[in-house]
């Protein structure tokens, strides 16, 4: 099957087929530094890492870039209410970034380019455009003139006169300047006590949209094969990018447009205001596991809304546990199985589960679906565990469930899903028989209750640990440390 993908651009899902074959330019819109990352970030981060991963996977030789927004107003606000400088509050957060995402199991981009190191192509894209009488020079400010860009709006599918008629009542400074009231700023004439550089329109600093539309070209080059980013950016960043893009090189910005849809908390908009505005680290450090939160995201189609809930973590939650326990699978049970014995560690692939899996997420990168393969496979693992441990041998034949372990591992790592061993091997210690014991009793509690998913998720925690249960007739359970 080819992969397609849904193209923003083209309302429509297209074939992939990038400029050079074999070969994918991606970019990715980062993220503005002057605040930790939030649920909205992680879900963006999480889907294009795992989709730049399937693109490996699947065999291309992927440049990825992403950039970082550190010329912005709520960075120089957050600099003045700290009494620091832009720069500091930039590379502080810079930097929680970075920690935030590696505990999220998202790879590194290929290159991060700032605005403040891209200020030459910047000032460059600039000139070029008003050359090509794109832009103009206003009272130290320069503008882009939207009128000039017939396509303006393509994207989006906005009407530019609907937006001008829109924008009508204002009556700022800025609106005064400007031919048009949908112009926007490509450069900002300096303000006291703000950083400023030199440029041939006087001193200042550079609007935001441009800075994206220069280090793409900067980076990766006047056509890039994948545009990625939030369905906010839509309009009107990614509409100004193409406008600014287009205008001086004659060529496609990006072949495709790809957004990933909005989050929202318990059916509300994610908002500080609200109350429900929730960080990364805030979430991970409630001992939420970080695999569930990418299991979380990667449930969902990536174009549609997700709500995150408490329930909605929970059912994640228990997904991630599945899959654990499947990923555990050979280092529980290999040795009974007499994997090493046998030789049993070179990569194997059951093409059957490969070829759904392919099938599943190549129609517009369905990790959803991907995932539904992938917990099948768990599931398969996880019961014939139970019956390895209850009757001395499983009925599928050890080899069949060494390739079927060794696909699940494969797979889930496309989709950046791992189960540390030390989560087979570090608990047991710490966990004493009174600990078991409650544990046990709860998950009784829970099947008189008929809350089966609990008691479920009860016996497959104890089951990671190290402990297999054996329920008995008359409602007793035992147990022995595997």
Request: hydrophobic letters at 35%; charged letters at 25%; glycine letters at 8%.
């Amino acid at each position: 099957m080819t992969l397609t993908l849904y193209n923003t651009l083209t309302r429509c899902k297209e074939p992939f087929e990038p400029q050079v074959r074999g070969k994918v330019q991606m970019y990715c819109c980062g993220i503005t530094v002057y605040d930790y990352c939030h649920l909205g970030h992680a879900r963006t981060c999480i889907v294009w890492d795992t989709a730049r991963r399937y693109l490996q996977w699947r065999g291309y030789e992927v440049r990825y870039v992403q950039n970082f927004t550190d010329i912005d107003d709520k960075i120089l606000n957050r600099a003045r209410n700290e009494g620091t400088s832009m720069e500091a509050v930039s590379d502080r957060f810079i930097q929680a970034y970075f920690e935030d995402m590696a505990r999220l199991n998202v790879k590194e981009a290929d290159f991060y380019p700032r605005a403040t190191h891209t200020l030459d192509g910047i000032k460059r894209l600039i000139s070029e455009l008003e050359q090509k009488e794109f832009a103009y020079p206003a009272s130290g400010d320069v503008y882009y003139a939207v009128r000039q860009f017939p396509e303006y709006g393509k994207l989006s599918g906005r009407k530019l006169d609907e937006l001008q008629a829109g924008a009508s009542g204002r009556v700022d400074n800025e609106e005064s300047i400007k031919r048009n009231s949908s112009d926007f700023a490509l450069w900002k004439a300096a303000k006291p006590g703000e950083p400023a550089w030199d440029s041939p329109w006087g001193s200042g600093r550079p609007g935001w949209h441009i800075e994206c539309s220069a280090m793409i070209r900067d980076n990766l080059g006047e056509t890039i094969d994948i545009h990625t980013g939030g369905e906010d950016l839509k309009f009107p960043h990614h509409e100004n990018e193409i406008a600014q893009s287009e205008a001086v090189t004659g060529k496609p910005l990006s072949r495709y447009w790809l957004h990933t849809g909005m989050v929202k908390v318990e059916g509300e908009k994610m908002s500080k205001s609200l109350g429900n505005f929730i960080t990364i680290r805030e979430l991970l450090d409630r001992a939420v596991d970080a695999m569930a939160v990418r299991v979380f995201v990667l449930m969902a189609q990536y174009r549609k809304p997700i709500d995150f809930s408490d329930d909605a973590l929970e059912s994640a939650t228990n997904g991630w546990h599945t899959l654990k326990e499947g990923l555990l699978f050979g280092y529980q049970h290999g040795e009974k199985l007499g994997w090493v014995a046998d030789g049993v560690g070179a990569p194997r692939q059951d093409d059957a589960v490969v070829e759904r899996f392919n099938q599943a997420v190549d129609d517009d990168f369905n990790f959803a679906a991907g995932l539904a393969v992938l917990f099948e496979v768990a599931k398969d693992l996880q019961r014939e565990g139970n019956i390895l441990v209850h009757e001395g041998k499983t009925k599928t034949p050890p080899q069949e469930l060494a390739t079927l372990w060794q696909t699940l591992v494969t797979l889930a790592d496309v989709l950046g899903l791992e189960a540390q061993l030390e989560e087979v091997i570090q608990p047991v210690d710490g966990l004493s028989d009174a600990d078991i014991e409650a544990m046990i009793e709860q998950r009784k509690q829970a099947k008189a209750a008929k809350n089966y998913e609990m008691s479920d998720r009860i016996r497959n925690e104890l089951q990671v640990l190290g402990i297999t249960l054996i329920d008995k007739p008359g409602g007793v359970t035992n147990w022995h440390r595997n």
